[in-house]
């Protein structure tokens, strides 16, 4: 499995703008998809976006002030988040999803912290 490390979480007002960049082991032209979720305390982790070669989608919560983006000669995704509410305050986790039309999730990162005050 592919070992996945995110970073570019913190600190941001509320409209603020913060992106995140998840780095792989090895490569990840041949991943199915690639993917961004989020876990705030006491919550479920949902999901928020999945790109493949072709395209990309979201979820509605994200929709128009998150988009997602990927470097497959760095091996590395974005996620570039702006707008920010403070309840988009979460620890966010970049996942690799290898099958087609799956949401089963290959690999993990660590989480990176994001905190938004109003």
């Known amino acids: 499995q592919v070992h996945l490390v995110e970073s570019g979480g913190g600190y941001v007002q509320a409209g603020g703008s913060l992106r995140l960049s998840c780095t792989a082991s090895?490569?990840?032209?041949?991943?199915?998809?690639m993917a961004w979720y989020r876990q705030a305390p006491g919550n479920e982790r949902d999901f928020l976006a999945f790109?493949?070669?072709?395209?990309?989608n979201y979820a509605n919560s994200v929709k128009g002030r998150f988009t997602i983006s990927r470097d497959n000669a760095k091996n590395t995704v974005y996620l570039q988040m702006n707008s920010l509410k403070p309840e988009d305050s979460a620890v966010y986790y970049c996942?690799?999803?290898?099958?087609?039309?799956?949401?089963?999730?290959?690999?993990w990162g660590q989480g990176t912290q994001v905190i938004v005050s109003s």
């Open positions: 090895g490569s990840i032209s041949d991943i199915n998809a």
């Open positions: 996942a690799t999803r290898p099958l087609p039309n799956s949401e089963y999730v290959g690999s």
């Open positions: 790109i493949t070669n072709i395209g990309a």
